[in-house]
């Protein structure tokens, strides 16, 4: 049998997909999660496999994980657990750290315990200094939240990793906004949506649509990550996860409004706005497509629809 892929934090939004997408290509798949906001519902898919196991284990216990690590022996592993709603780190920023800087030094060193020679690390696009450019991997870094900073603390550790060990095969994946199903926190696209079930012939009350972000079909994502894994060099490579463009909520809301046949109303809700927002958040992902010679669809419409279909407001 092949040796597994383990994925940490893989009960969550992303990771879920992550283990369908690697059950696909027959690969066996460990979820390491704890459930601190991993859901198991969202491993039913997963879980009908004989490829696929559940490990319960909190990635800050290194002495537990190195010997999980070490059992599994993993032919690479995805590490994707950390706090990463940026209101919750905000309002935590112990725990934030704790999760994210100590929770990756301890993959990474129960990895090394293991000899596992492949790793992807989630990073995000909140490690760049604002601009209204799409962000390129060399584009200057500087995180304005704890969030983003802590994110960039994981990258320095693997930088670390990969210079005591210069075989290894480490990717630093920045992520830009995620959306589809299975969502775990409560991000502004699930609230749309939740609201739109509450109350679906009232207006939206939703803070400020203006800010553009690069909108990444969850499912694409993941398909991306286990492609890059695989084709990466001995070395460290940072990439980002993204479609290349970037769209507005409110762009997204005319899209739902099209896709229903209903013009969506708005109205703005000032508790809902943030302080300090970041006005636009787009990637370069040339470098992601010279690697796996593709990158996941910008086509809003479709993402939608797959996202409207699974909460059972489309048929």
């Given at each position: 049998?092949?040796?597994?892929?383990?994925?940490?934090?893989?009960?969550?939004?992303?990771?879920?997909?992550?283990?369908?997408?690697?059950?696909?290509?027959?690969?066996?798949?460990?979820?390491?999660?704890?459930?601190?906001?991993?859901?198991?519902?969202?491993?039913?898919?997963?879980?009908?496999?004989?490829?696929?196991?559940?490990?319960?284990?909190?990635?800050?216990?290194t002495g537990a994980l190195t010997e999980v690590m070490r059992d599994l022996k993993p032919e690479a592993v995805i590490h994707l657990a950390a706090i990463h709603f940026i209101p919750a780190a905000m309002a935590n920023p112990p725990l934030t750290m704790s999760l994210n800087v100590h929770g990756t030094q301890s993959v990474l060193t129960s990895a090394r315990a293991a000899g596992v020679k492949r790793i992807w690390f989630a990073s995000t696009g909140d490690v760049y200094e604002p601009s209204e450019r799409p962000h390129s991997e060399t584009s200057k870094l500087a995180p304005f939240n704890i969030y983003g900073l802590s994110k960039l603390m994981g990258e320095q550790l693997l930088q670390l990793e990969?210079?005591?060990?210069?075989?290894?095969?480490?990717?630093?994946?920045?992520?830009?906004?995620?959306?589809?199903?299975?969502?775990?926190?409560?991000?502004?696209?699930?609230?749309?949506?939740?609201?739109?079930?509450?109350?679906?012939?009232?207006?939206?009350r939703l803070g400020s649509l203006w800010p553009k972000r690069d909108l990444v079909p969850v499912r694409e994502a993941a398909r991306s990550i286990v492609e890059a894994l695989k084709k990466a060099e001995p070395g460290l490579s940072t990439i980002n996860f993204a479609t290349g463009v970037a769209r507005s909520m409110q762009e997204v809301i005319e899209t739902l409004g099209e896709i229903r046949g209903k013009k969506i109303e708005v109205e703005t809700d000032q508790s809902k706005v943030r302080a300090v927002e970041r006005p636009h958040l787009q990637a370069d992902v040339s470098k992601l497509k010279a690697l796996i010679g593709i990158t996941p669809s910008s086509d809003l419409k479709v993402a939608l629809k797959e996202l409207l279909i699974h909460e059972g407001m489309l048929s």
């Open positions: 049998m092949k040796q597994p892929w383990v994925i940490c934090g893989g009960a969550g939004f992303l990771g879920s997909f992550v283990a369908d997408a690697l059950i696909e290509q027959s690969v066996p798949v460990v979820v390491i999660d704890n459930f601190f906001s991993g859901k198991k519902e969202n491993l039913k898919q997963a879980a009908r496999s004989p490829l696929y196991r559940l490990v319960e284990q909190d990635i800050r216990e990969s210079r005591n060990d210069p075989s290894l095969r480490l990717i630093v994946g920045r992520l830009f906004n995620l959306i589809g199903p299975r969502e775990t926190n409560p991000h502004i696209l699930p609230e749309i949506l939740s609201q739109l079930k509450k109350n679906p012939h009232s207006p939206l």
